[in-house]
């Protein structure tokens, strides 16, 4: 049985950081293109940071390029998403979602197969 679950989420004040983990078990982690994505209420989906198997390719929505940083680490089946730099746009429930494919993290939530249950991040202003 697959299963990701998110953690590190919670309430900051605007400029303050956080640091969700995604922890997967019952696929071949390493094998797989690990995303983070939020969706905020009345709003799709939408992506926010992806990472490839090695970790050496990764994607971030423009919203979130220098103030994010995704990374793995496939020895302990987990992905972090260090978010520094927050603002009240980032509230969000966060949700990790994996796929095995090939290349870059895909963009669009549709690609992917598996996801956890999300994780709530508040950002106050």
């Known amino acids: 049985q697959v299963q990701l679950v998110e953690s590190g989420g919670g309430l900051v004040q605007a400029g303050g950081s956080l640091r969700l983990s995604c922890a997967a078990s019952g696929l071949p982690f390493r094998i797989y293109v690990v995303g983070w994505f939020r969706q905020a209420p009345g709003k799709e989906r939408e992506f926010v940071a992806g990472?490839?198997?090695?970790?050496?390719?990764?994607s971030y929505a423009d919203s979130v390029k220098g103030r994010l940083t995704i990374s793995r680490d496939n020895a302990k089946n987990t992905v972090s998403l260090q978010m520094n730099g927050l603002k009240s746009e980032d509230t969000a429930v966060y949700y990790c979602a994996a796929v095995n494919t090939i290349g870059a993290p895909p963009l669009t939530y549709r690609e992917y197969d598996y996801w956890g249950q999300g994780t709530q991040v508040t950002v106050s202003s």
């Open positions: 990472i490839s198997w090695t970790g050496h390719i990764t």
